[in-house]
Nanobody, 124 residues
Framework: VQLVESGGGLVQPGGSLRLSCAAS????????MSWVREIPGKGLEWVSD????????YYADSVKGRFTISRDNAKNTLYLQMDSLKPEDTALYYC??????????????????WGQGTQVTVSS
């Protein structure tokens, strides 16, 4: 199993970024996937979940209305579109695979495979 994030960078407040996570080594469409971020000094924070088919999505209150999770199962790729970015969104963003019997918003303790992370910095 391999998860490789990309798309992070430096962006001004109010700007946008789209993160990608390329998955390999497993049947991607069979798994619930998540984005989790690590904020300096605050630890890990769950950001968003998406089910295997992409029809059900869930968000932390801190990003609801600004971030959109999606997936392309034909390309084995997970996405996170981030709009209206704020300085407090600065973090290392990870994609992660949930176990076969997922519990929504519990990736931090339940996810079995994680990528290496991609850094997002929101600053003027």
């Amino acid at each position: 199993v391999q998860l490789v994030e990309s798309g992070g960078g430096l962006v001004q407040p109010g700007g946008s970024l789209r993160l990608s996570c390329a998955a390999s080594g497993f049947t991607f469409s069979n798994y619930y996937m998540s984005w989790v971020r690590e904020i300096p000094g605050k630890g890990l924070e769950w950001v968003s979940d998406i089910d295997g088919g992409g029809g059900n999505t869930y968000y932390a209150d801190s990003v609801k209305g600004r971030f959109t999770i999606s997936r392309d199962n034909a390309k084995n790729t997970l996405y996170l579109q981030m709009d209206s970015l704020k300085p407090e969104d600065t973090a290392l963003y990870y994609c992660a695979r949930n176990p076969p019997d997922p519990v929504q918003a519990m990736c931090i303790t339940e996810c079995d495979y994680w990528g290496q992370g991609t850094q997002v910095t929101v600053s003027s």
